[in-house]
């Protein structure tokens, strides 16, 4: 049974760092690419970050780039997503997603997510 769980979800100012944790299991950690989307209010689920297997790719969505990174610890079971210099309009509940594929490098979208966590929200007030 996969589950993951997203944590460091708060309440942060404008111009402001957070960063978030996601912890896998039931999966082969080290075969699947992982990511971040996010979705606010109204608003379609978005892509924010994936990272490969090893690492050593990493993708990101044209509003978080240059701000976001992504990394991750496959000893832990774990995806990382750093958050600086955070805006208003990244204010979102924040979900870790594991590709539906192994080993893949090209990324993966909404359709292509096996499983989902729960989410944790982030807001940035002005």
């Known amino acids: 049974q996969v589950q993951l769980v997203e944590s460091g979800g708060k309440l942060v100012q404008a111009g402001g760092s957070l960063g978030l944790t996601c912890t896998a299991s039931?999966?082969?950690?080290?075969?699947?690419?992982m990511a971040w989307f996010r979705q606010a209010p109204g608003k379609e689920r978005e892509f924010v970050a994936s990272?490969?297997?090893?690492?050593?790719?990493?993708r990101y969505g044209d509003v978080v780039k240059g701000r976001f990174a992504i990394s991750r610890d496959n000893a832990k079971n774990t995806v990382y997503l750093q958050m600086n210099n955070l805006k208003p309009e990244d204010t979102a509940t924040y979900y870790c997603?594991?590709?539906?594929?192994?080993?893949?490098?090209?990324?993966?979208?909404?359709?292509?997510?096996?499983?989902w966590g729960r989410g944790t929200q982030v807001i940035v007030s002005s």
């Open positions: 997603a594991v590709d539906k594929f192994n080993d893949r490098v090209g990324g993966f979208d909404v359709r292509d997510a096996a499983s």
């Open positions: 039931g999966i082969s950690f080290g075969r699947k690419q």
């Open positions: 990272i490969t297997k090893n690492g050593m790719v990493t």
